[in-house]
């Protein structure tokens, strides 16, 4: 069964410093890996796509790693601003349309 | 774009009561999905509909029944909600190409007293 795990649960950290949030997964038989952005009260918003052949993706100041054959996954964050403080999730998707979330890393960024 | 909608926003039911949420996308997506979130934990999967006419139970599917009335819609009911069933409930929607990437709704807040 998978199983997803985020590490640190909470982070503080100051404006402009660069970070990583960690993920790692149990089962590496996975077809994708998502990482979402979820403020407070709202719906996830998709952040970046990893597909199970890809090592890592970019967009802007995020940059996502996958390395499938030792379960883990990072989100890396340069020069961290306060509008990035939001709850990370991580998602592995895998096989018979199911997915599996992390618990998140909740991320406060302060200015 | 309206993407994922869901209603209603926020609800809150006494013990024993029934309600239907609802959940609509306008992406042509195949395959929709409800989760529901508790502090401290990940979404968990309740029900799941791969295409229109098929729906499949998730990690957590006791005390919800679903229906998946066409393409675009896709509703989840709580027949006689209990306390155990206060949580944030998403409605997603998957695309499907290779990238299978999720989409979510704005989220569903209920409240079993």
């Known amino acids: 069964k998978q199983e997803v795990t985020q590490i640190p649960a909470a982070l503080s950290v100051p404006e402009g410093e660069n970070l990583v949030l960690n993920c790692s997964f149990t089962?590496?038989?996975?077809?994708?890996l998502q990482w979402f952005r979820q403020d407070p009260g709202k719906g996830l918003t998709s952040l970046l796509l990893i597909q199970s052949s890809q090592r890592e993706q970019t967009s802007g100041r995020l940059n996502a790693s996958l390395d499938k054959s030792s379960g883990r996954s990072t989100l890396y964050i340069a020069a961290s601003q306060p509008g990035d403080s939001a709850t990370y999730l991580c998602?592995?998707?895998?096989?018979?349309?199911?997915?599996?979330f992390g618990a998140g890393t909740r991320l406060f960024v302060k200015a | 774009n309206a993407g994922v909608t869901q209603t209603p926003k926020f609800q809150v039911l006494k013990t024993g009561q029934s309600m239907t949420l609802q959940c609509a996308q306008d992406m042509n997506h195949n395959s929709m999905y409800w989760y529901r979130q508790d502090p401290g934990m990940g979404l968990r999967l309740i029900y799941y509909?791969?295409?229109?006419?098929?729906?499949d139970k998730g990690e957590v599917p006791n005390g919800y029944n679903v229906s998946r009335l066409n393409k675009r819609e896709f509703s989840l009911r709580l027949e006689s909600a209990a306390p155990s069933q206060t949580s944030v409930y998403f409605c997603?929607?998957?695309?499907?190409?290779?990238?299978?990437?999720?989409?979510f709704g704005p989220g569903t807040r209920l409240t079993v007293t």
């Open positions: 089962d590496s038989a996975i077809y994708n």
């Open positions: 509909s791969a295409s229109e006419g098929t729906t």
């Open positions: 997603a929607s998957r695309t499907a190409d290779t990238n299978y990437e999720q989409y």
């Open positions: 998602a592995a998707g895998g096989g018979g349309f199911k997915t599996i």
